[in-house]
């Protein structure tokens, strides 16, 4: 038998299928954000920047962040030394759960390794615990809510993205049995918003639970970093909320928040939860960190809209075709997986640019893309360096400009 061809059989498939994936082999620099070194780098290691990190903020090398991380090891040491039912609770995160509680005004939260475990574990297991539950979930769901739809056993029906009157009908037709909406608030790659506020007057109106996800938004939304449930003013009518430690905070873990019954629940029966070492209280030190620090301070937040707003318009009167997005994220689409590939490495080659090119099965085929993310540490100087990069690239590889977005600036 010869095991080998299996797995070099799997990886040919994607590459005949323009699908397979190369990572740049880069470090981060501490204290010069949004710089980092790139080792694969022809002649030896070089500098560039990065255009597309989810660190949004550039929490991860706050000095409160890397303070208190390296204090706490020092203090506790590096792992959490199992799972929370062997080891017990470490107590920052105990802190950091309070912290995150009180962040999106629930009763309770629960900290996981990654906000993909959260999802997975906290949809699964709180739709596992309601009889004949039908979760609801919208069409552009994440693949860590989608696993968690799967693993919950429970019968689904997907809406179609945002779209209030196919949630209604779906609603309207299940009846009576209980029923559980799942949805994001920020989407990643179109980076659109959902309308939470009318989801829950649905939600309300036909007696379903929600669950949202504002992996993209915390931190960065809202007038204490919650999100754009928080934003919109609507934060205590959804039931759960789910976030990442990773993206805006800066650090890593996910976790979801709600009523002490819920969390009390998924605690005892989810087995992404039980059955895997606890987040290291070092880890939980600089997560809560972050989170205080984004609680009291917006000039984060308000320097990620400015230099955001700012990038989409210095793009689109440049002629890059931007998708308009009403969030921090800024789509620059090419709309082909090979273009959109030699577009990434030239910008890296030639430009010191660092941009991942995002394609299928991220993005439906035909809307590659190149996905922006500006941060407050971008400055005015970052900002016209990529506008030439990217119209070199443009000109240079054939792609087509947008005319009409001549206006925007
Ligand atoms: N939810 C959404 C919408 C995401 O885009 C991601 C991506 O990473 C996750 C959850 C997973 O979060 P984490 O990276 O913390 O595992």
Known sequence: MDYTRYFETAVEALKTERRYRVFADLERIAGRFPRATWHGAPGGPREITVWCSNDYLGMGQHADVIAAMTATAERCGTGAGGTRNISGNSH????LERELADLHGKEAALVFTSGYISNQAGISTIAKLIPNCLILSDALNHNSMIEG?????CEKKIWRHNDLAHLEELLRAAGD?????????????????????????????????????EVHAVGMYGARGAGIAERDGVMGRVDVIEGTLGKAFGVLGGYVTAKSAVIDAVR???????????????ICAAAAASVRHLKQSRVERE????????TKAVLMAAGIPVMPTPTHIVPVMVRDPEACKAASDRLLERHGI???????????????????TPTPLHTEADIQRLRDALVEVWSTLGLAFEPQAQAAE
């Open 268 to 282: 005892s029966y989810a087995q992404g939860f039980i059955f895997t070492t606890a987040l290291p209280p070092a």
């Open 92 to 95: 920052p995160i105990v802190e």
């Open 354 to 372: 660092y941009i991942q090119p995002i394609n299928y099965p991220t993005v439906p085929r035909g809307t590659e893309r190149l996905r922006v």
């Open 149 to 153: 739809v799967r693993q919950s056993g």
């Open 303 to 310: 320097g990620q809209q400015r230099q955001a707003a700012r």
């Open 177 to 213: 049995r209980p029923k559980l909406i799942v949805f994001e608030s920020v989407y990643s790659m179109d980076g659109d918003v959902a309308p939470i506020g009318r989801i829950c007057d649905l939600a309300e109106r036909y007696g379903a639970m929600t669950y949202l996800d």
